[in-house]
């Protein structure tokens, strides 16, 4: 999606984690939980005084972690930021001398912005990215598409007002490209130390995010005859309609395909759909899922297939956007 590899890694990850410390101390332990639950990511806000060393002890001893700098107000911060080890600087608004100073030093620049004026004016001076802030007060998903219909090539990361209740209506705007969000690792949670909380929060943030469900079970057949008696057999069972393809049958609403000859899989597939096939790929491979990014299966820009490498039970899995 995107070619930055920062923000295509930003794209891939999704949610990520806004974090007031209010200590070093907390720095590591609560990256940890929240790399454990599958965010490895975090928005550094300079709203404290420790941020700047807790981003270069981050950095330090968690170099896999994914760094932002957020509530960036001046060029100084900026340099204490990308010289303590930020990927990405975020703001709350759009300051142009602040922003071009981002971009001059080679980092990555996400201006705050709430109107299309703003948007416009950072996308003119080269931003890739733009922070919409806050979301839900400046009128969520329904504003961004309608001044998305006019900046076609405007990429938002939201931020404010973003929960686990909302997190997929942003998501499911394809030129909403992650979010920001604290919902997962509350500011009360984070003083108490219950790092296990977090990764717990994090992990159900994951699977909202993804929305992983059954799509439907393909069954390999010999030959279209073989594949007409499976067909009518679950059909009959099961009182289903059935529907023939060209290349395959199925049964009820496409719960079953039965395939006209043998096809991938020792037995057949399974489909796993998904709300991003991209964004599940990178967080099931962490999980240790390998994928056949050869069967990767791209329309109009978009991933909307692709297989895993290996067969479970002999069947072969392969995600699907829904």
């Known amino acids: ?140 998903v329904g504003m961004l598409k309608n001044i998305g219909g006019a900046l076609k090539t405007a990429k938002w990361m939201c931020t404010g007002g973003v929960n686990a209740k909302n997190v997929n209506d942003y998501l499911g705007y394809d030129q909403i490209f992650a979010v920001g969000g604290t919902w997962m690792c509350k500011s009360d949670v984070i003083k108490a130390g219950d790092w296990a909380k977090i990764t717990a929060m994090c992990k159900e943030a994951v699977d909202t995010m993804l929305g992983l469900k059954l799509v439907h079970v393909g069954i390999n057949s010999a030959n279209e005859d073989e594949a007409m008696a499976t067909a009518n057999a679950l059909a009959a069972l099961l009182n289903m309609k059935v529907a023939p393809g060209n290349s395959s049958i199925f049964v009820g609403n496409k719960e079953f395909e039965i395939m006209k000859k043998p096809g991938r899989g020792t037995h057949g597939h399974i489909a796993i759909g998904c709300n991003n096939v991209d964004r599940a790929i990178y967080h099931l491979s962490r999980r240790g899922v390998k994928f056949d990014l050869e069967t990767k299966n791209v329309k109009n820009g978009k991933t909307i297939a692709c297989y895993m490498a290996d067969e479970i039970g002999g069947f072969a899995i392969h995600l699907v956007k829904v």
Not at 25 to 52: H, N
Not at 72 to 82: E, M, S
Not at 88 to 94: E, K, Q, R
Not at 114 to 129: L, S, Y
């Open 1 to 140: 999606m995107f070619t930055n590899p920062v923000l295509e890694r930003v794209y891939e990850i999704g949610i990520i984690p806004v974090i007031a410390f209010n200590s070093v101390d907390e720095a590591l332990p609560l990256c940890k939980a929240l790399s454990d639950g599958g965010l490895p990511a975090a928005e550094v806000t300079f709203r404290t005084a420790c941020a700047e060393e807790c981003i270069r002890l981050i950095h330090k001893e968690m170099p896999d972690m994914l760094l932002g700098a957020g509530t960036v107000l001046t060029k100084d911060q900026v340099d204490r930021a990308i010289d303590a080890g930020a990927s990405f600087i975020v703001a709350p608004g759009f300051d142009p001398n602040v922003t071009q100073y981002v971009i001059d030093k080679g980092c990555l620049a996400m201006p705050g912005t709430a109107t299309a004026g703003e948007m416009q004016q950072a996308m003119n001076m080269g931003c890739e990215a733009l922070k919409f802030f806050p979301a839900e007060a400046n009128g969520g």
